[in-house]
């Protein structure tokens, strides 16, 4: 009798889940990205979500919740109804690299979320202020080396690819950098444009602008290839250090428990929305390369990117600021 009932609860619930697919979206859907407006995401996302209200027929409201490192947005979305008005844009700061750096997170990486879809992966792209006398990688390295703990480079925050890309910086160059995290991209820019800092290793999306209008200095990106944004400039491995890549990634999740109705439903929408050329070249105009695939594929990606920064952050040495 308990297992016919068993049977039946499951039925039940399979089909209340369906039926929450097949009336989705009839609100509106909010968009948690845990970084203040400005950075690379909080771009990236703002752009999406308006092709996403035409696609979805609701509004898709973009909901900034910085602070703690990405994971006060984070635990605010893994706790949320799992019916789909909650997504969340999560990275590679969130999902892989915050559960390696610090004992205790209010969130399971993988048991609190289920993957929707990859957005994008981009470099990140070194930059100086004008007044630091380097135009080169080789350049930079040296003037930290003669100058140990007095180059300073901000972050969009503790334990971001943002101060991993510098922490990698300074022990390839043998050199002492001062790390002051920010909360998000656009304070750490703030403070780079105004001389409070002197490095940083930004979005390439955010700081490109400041570079090309000659406020800040670019000297290279930080991924395995030249971007397509800035072909002009070298990668740190070309220019200097072989086998640097330091890079970020983020995607579309949502809490776990979410109707697979509902995730396929998602996954499709972004996905339709990526393969429009308009907003392609636009991302790879902001030095991001487009992703997509399936909830599957981005489910396997972070598991082994936990692998990954468990090995970058303990060789690293790096530790909460």
């Given at each position: 009798m308990g297992r016919f009932r068993c049977v039946l609860f499951s039925i039940a619930t399979l089909a209340a889940a369906q039926a929450a697919g097949?009336?989705?979206?009839?609100k509106p859907i909010r968009y948690i990205v845990p970084f203040p407006p400005g950075g690379g995401q909080d771009l990236v996302v703002r752009a999406l979500a308006p092709r996403l209200t035409e696609a979805l027929g609701q509004t898709v409201?973009?909901?900034?919740?910085?602070g703690a490192a990405t994971m006060v947005g984070a635990e605010l979305a893994a706790k949320a109804a799992p019916d789909g008005y909650t997504v969340f844009n999560g990275?590679?700061?969130?999902?892989?690299?915050?559960?390696?750096?610090?004992?205790?997170?209010?969130?399971?990486?993988?048991?609190?979320?289920?993957?929707?879809?990859?957005?994008?992966?981009?470099?990140?792209?070194?930059?100086?202020?004008?007044?630091?006398?380097?135009?080169?990688?080789?350049?930079?390295?040296?003037?930290?080396?003669?100058?140990?703990?007095?180059?300073?480079?901000?972050?969009?925050?503790?334990?971001?690819?943002?101060?991993?890309?510098?922490?990698?910086?300074?022990?390839?160059?043998?050199?002492?950098?001062?790390?002051?995290?920010?909360?998000?991209?656009?304070?750490?820019?703030?403070?780079l444009l105004s001389g409070e800092t002197q490095i940083m290793f930004s979005s390439i999306t955010s700081a490109l602008p400041f570079a090309r209008s000659g406020r800040l200095r670019a000297i290279a990106v930080t991924?395995?290839?030249?971007?397509?944004?800035?072909?002009?400039?070298?990668?740190?491995?070309?220019?200097?250090?072989?086998?640097f890549e330091a890079t970020t990634w983020y995607g579309m999740f949502v809490p776990a428990g979410t109707p697979a109705t509902i995730v396929a439903k998602l996954n499709s929408e972004v996905v339709k929305v990526l393969r429009v050329p308009e907003f392609r070249d636009w991302l790879v105009a902001q030095g991001a390369d487009p992703v997509g695939g399936t909830p599957e594929e981005l489910a396997a990606f972070v598991k082994a990117e936990l692998v990954k920064y468990?090995?970058?952050?303990?060789?690293?040495?790096?530790?909460?600021?």
């Open positions: 097949q009336g989705y979206p009839s409201v973009v909901d900034n919740r910085a990275s590679n700061t969130t999902l892989a690299i915050n559960p390696n750096l610090y004992a205790k997170v209010p969130y399971d990486p993988i048991r609190d979320f289920v993957a929707v879809v990859q957005i994008a992966s981009l470099p990140n792209l070194l930059v100086v202020h004008p007044s630091l006398p380097v135009r080169t990688v080789k350049e930079l390295a040296a003037l930290a080396l003669r100058r140990p703990g007095e180059l300073n480079y901000g972050s969009s925050g503790t334990g971001t690819p943002a101060q991993l890309a510098g922490v990698m910086f300074g022990d390839a160059a043998h050199a002492k950098l001062v790390h002051i995290p920010y909360r998000g991209t656009g304070p750490a820019l703030t403070a991924g395995a290839r030249r971007s397509q944004a800035a072909p002009e400039l070298p990668t740190v491995a070309e220019a200097a250090f072989p086998g468990a090995k970058i952050v303990r060789d690293s040495g790096m530790r909460p600021d």
